[in-house]
């Protein structure tokens, strides 16, 4: 089980820490004093839980004392334990509380409140395995930079669904793509009734050299969108794709989709409109 303790300065990045892990599998308890570091590793392990994350700052500045002998006592006991340190420099800290017009939790003037935070969690810095200053870092550096550091890898999923049209379009998704400029299988009595999950059905969407080259286009476009959504620190992306009843066409492009987008781990969630081989495409 992979237990990380988060600390730093308030204003540091510790929530945007907090929430990297979380997207990335953690179990997370936020202002946990030392004392039950132990007793949430106990039960993490009676759960079964594979990955676990708590945080302990200066809200917690009445237990820290038995900060240093908890840690130890929990690294004798468990070989995979990480604490991971944030920090920046009072200049942008302050500028940062200045724009969130938060209270420090030491309650005093903000520059003096940053000294005393940096001297009562010296010890738990002296313990860290990583320090990231996070000075000049965005939200999305800093969770690249944490998933970096303990080597986690940033679980990304395209989801796509078909639709029809005449049913309304899905609310929920990110990006909608229209394929009804596609050849419509409706027209071929023979085909009707099938679906674009088969092969026939699919030779006559993409028959011709005009179709190839549209879904082509499409495959590039949702490439492109979920990379950069990928980019931005997203761990998923829904692309709902549609033709006229959601039977055919639109069928057939998420399922061709599905084969040809493999490195963005794509998994179809729903043929909403598709039915069973009466359908109305």
């Keep these: 089980m992979a237990f990380v303790i988060v600390s730093g300065l308030s204003g540091s990045g510790k929530s945007t820490a907090l929430r990297t892990l979380e997207d990335a599998g953690f179990f997370i308890t936020d202002n946990l004093p030392p004392e039950l570091w132990g007793a949430m ?56 509380y200045n724009f969130t017009r938060r209270e420090h939790p030491l ?24 320090v990231i200053d996070t000075t000049d870092l965005t939200p999305a550096d800093l969770a690249a930079r944490v998933l970096q550091v303990l080597q ?37 009595p023979a085909l009707r009734s099938r679906t674009g999950l088969e092969p026939e059905v699919a030779g006559y969407v993409f028959g011709d050299a005009a179709s190839e080259e549209f879904y082509g286009q499409v495959r590039g476009f949702v490439r492109l969108a979920a990379e950069r959504a990928r980019a931005s620190g997203r761990h998923g992306y829904t692309v ?41 495409a």
């Design 240 to 280: 709902a794709v549609g033709c006229t009843g959601g039977q055919h066409r639109s069928v057939a492009v998420t399922d061709r989709l599905t084969r040809d987008l493999g490195d963005l781990n794509p998994e179809v969630t729903d043929h909403r409109d598709m039915q069973p081989p009466t359908g109305e």
């Design 41 to 96: 590793y106990d039960l993490a392990q009676a759960r079964g839980l594979r990955r676990v994350a708590v945080s302990t700052d200066a809200r917690t500045r009445d237990f820290l004392s038995a900060l240093e002998d908890s840690y130890h006592r929990l690294s004798r006991r468990h070989e995979n334990l990480r604490v991971v340190f944030l920090e920046a420099t009072s200049e942008v800290l302050l500028r940062r």
């Design 152 to 188: 986690l890898q940033q679980d990304f999923t395209l989801r796509l669904q078909s639709f029809g049209f005449k049913h309304t379009p899905p609310r929920d998704a990110d990006l909608v793509v229209d394929v009804r400029s596609l050849p419509n299988p409706y027209y071929d």
């Design 107 to 130: 309650g005093d003037s903000l520059m003096v409140d940053f000294a005393r935070e940096r001297d009562l969690l010296a010890p738990l810095r002296a313990l860290a395995d990583v």
